[in-house]
């Protein structure tokens, strides 16, 4: 029941018995806002809830200077609406977080969105009841509320991870970490201060402290493989070029495999010479997209040999940006081929270790010993710190979701069911999980991909397949465990073609200590999926077993039409 007094905009309707709602929306980032805006145009009573004070979801919490996204702008947006393609001007090749901010609330606005969205409140828990196939969920505002399904849009990388440092609660000076940055802006001018992890979040970070401190230590474990961004305004002409071109664009994205336009390689690294294969590796380096380098072979992903070529390519560069040959060295990756964990578009990163007050700290060869009150104590010495900035990462894919109470049949919990590593069919449904679906979860493209035209495709198929059961009078979807375990398979067989799996990294989930390690994307193709996706919608949603409760169910909301 909806607690007295507090208004969350829930309309109960057909008796006690039905649901207060047909859908609850988790997380109001990009999945979560197009989904609440889909639901409600499909003429379902559904309402998002975000334990933000506002909207944003990943672009809201990750408010760190140097935020920005890694994929161009004008195609890390939505591709839903031309009217919003026209109307929205980006100003540079890759928005910084600000800016992302100001579109996802101007999306919210437009499409009305917020009076359907309860803010500051964290759902906790989610109980599925098994006669009447409605899920209660119960939140942090302490109320709760029954709905016949629950769309988990939590995000991919957006639960933190424990930080796994000893004696780091001891710290005396400040601690910030840049996935929960605070709203008014940290002074660090004068300051000395630290930085730990070098993934895309420290490689973002780090110029930026660089440019305010009087002092940084860069604390690094594992050097990364960065390009350059080569981050610029967007002139008018070229944002006149790219609204005129949008619908082409938009429809050649969303055909596409990873959300981005490019020309497929068609050979080997290993089918050219030497001479060739450099003049390739400079262009895409002169890109400044993030798979410039990734897009020029067939093999780079499968081979590693192949893999050696592209990186002692990117280390030559980083020699060539980093003065200090020892820093360059220490700088340099050589535990995991280029692209096995995701590669980082930089502005500024490595001429920031030419700064006369920035230091690199090699964890490799002089190991954390623990944080003290002072400052962070290597094997080597301490070093005093006024401020420490953890860029540690996230439990990301699954975390999300595993953080939120959820009992599915019998009472089995997400939890224990995914303790094993992660399943379900097609990305979307877990077995054992009636009418709770997942975007951008694990096994799925999502973070193989342009995250948005991911989070569309799902969202979009998510919305297709409740108008379907509206349609059939159906009032229960769960993936069949023979399903789940045949796409756990095929996720599993294509990954072990490529280099990924042997890496630790997020991915893998070998970042958290105790997590299963499995490979937890899907590295078929957005292509691939996509027709998987539609293929089991065509057959009658093959691959799910759809039901009727035996209660009665509300009827559908008056004047609702199908689309
Ligand atoms: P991450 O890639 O997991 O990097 C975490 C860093 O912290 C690594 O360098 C890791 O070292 C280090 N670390 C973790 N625990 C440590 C410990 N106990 N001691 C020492 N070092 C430790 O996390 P992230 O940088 O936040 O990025 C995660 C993902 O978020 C990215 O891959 C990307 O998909 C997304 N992201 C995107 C953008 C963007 O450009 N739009 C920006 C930021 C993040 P090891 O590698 O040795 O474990």
């Known amino acids: 029941m909806i607690m007295e007094g507090v208004d969350v905009g829930v309309v109960r309707r057909g008796g006690d018995e039905g649901p207060e709602l047909d859908a609850l929306v988790v997380g109001a980032g990009f999945a979560g806002l197009y989904q609440l805006h889909l639901l409600r145009a499909r003429g379902f009573s559904a309402r998002l809830v975000e334990a933000c004070e506002d909207v944003g979801g990943t672009w809201y919490r990750n408010r760190y200077p140097g935020a920005r996204c890694d994929i161009e702008s004008t195609a890390y947006s939505y591709s839903f609406s031309p009217e919003l393609d026209q109307e929205w001007e980006w100003s540079e090749r890759y928005a910084a977080q600000p800016e992302i901010l100001r579109y996802l609330g101007h999306v919210a606005d437009r499409f009305d969105l917020r009076p359907h969205i309860t803010l500051n409140t964290r759902v906790e828990r989610a109980v599925y009841d098994e006669d009447s196939h409605l899920w209660t969920v119960t939140t942090s505002a302490a109320w709760t509320v029954t709905t016949r399904f629950v769309v988990l849009a939590t995000g991919c990388t957006s639960a933190v991870k ?57 604390f690094q474990r594992t050097p990364v493989y960065a390009l350059p961004a080569h981050n610029r305004p967007l002139p008018a002409d070229e944002i006149a070029a790219t609204k005129a071109d949008y619908p082409r664009y938009r429809r050649a994205q969303r055909a596409s495999r990873g959300g981005t336009l490019f020309t497929p390689p068609t050979r080997s690294a290993l089918s050219v010479g030497a001479g060739e294969r450099t003049d390739a590796y400079e262009e895409g380096w002169r890109s400044g997209v993030l798979s410039g380098l990734l897009r020029t072979y067939t093999d780079l992903l499968t081979d590693e040999a192949a893999n050696e070529t592209v990186a002692s390519f990117v280390r030559g560069k980083i020699r060539d940006s980093v003065t200090d040959p020892d820093t360059a060295d220490a700088l340099s990756p050589r535990t995991f081929p280029f692209g096995t964990k995701r590669p980082c578009l930089e502005s500024g990163y490595y001429a920031a270790f030419n700064e006369p007050h920035v230091r690199l700290v090699d964890l490799r060869r002089t190991p954390l010993v623990e944080v003290t ?14 401020t420490l900035v953890l860029a540690t990462g996230f439990d990301a894919l699954t975390g999300s979701q595993t953080a939120i109470d959820v009992r599915g049949r019998g009472g089995a919990t997400l939890r224990e069911k995914w303790s094993d590593g992660a399943a379900n069919h097609l990305g979307l449904v877990a077995s054992g ?22 989070a569309e495709q799902h969202v979009e198929w998510i919305a297709d397949c409740l108008v379907h059961l509206r349609r059939h009078g159906f009032t229960e979807i769960d993936a069949t465990p023979q399903a789940e375990r045949e796409w756990c398979a095929h996720v599993a067989a294509l990954a072990e073609r490529t280099l990924y799996p042997s890496v630790d990294s997020w991915y893998t989930g070998a970042n958290v200590a105790g997590k299963p390690r499995t490979f937890l994307a899907y590295t078929g193709g957005m292509v691939e999926y996509r027709a998987r996706c539609d293929a089991a919608a065509r057959d009658g949603y093959a691959g799910f077993a759809l039901a009727r409760a035996v209660a009665p169910h509300t009827d559908p909301v008056p004047g609702a039409t199908s689309p």
């Open 373 to 386: 009150p002072r400052g962070v104590r290597t094997t080597e010495r301490e070093h005093p710190l006024d």
């Open 433 to 454: 999980f009636p009418n709770l679906f997942t975007v951008l979860g694990p096994l799925s493209p999502s973070v193989l991909s342009n995250a948005v035209t991911a």
């Open 162 to 218: 424990d930080v796994d440092v000893p004696g780091i609660e001891s710290f005396a000076g400040r601690t910030l970490h840049t996935a929960r940055w605070p709203r008014d802006e940290p002074v660090l001018a004068g300051e000395r201060v630290g930085v730990l992890g070098t993934g895309c979040s420290g490689v973002q970070v780090v110029p930026q402290v660089a440019a305010r401190a009087a002092a940084l230590t860069v």
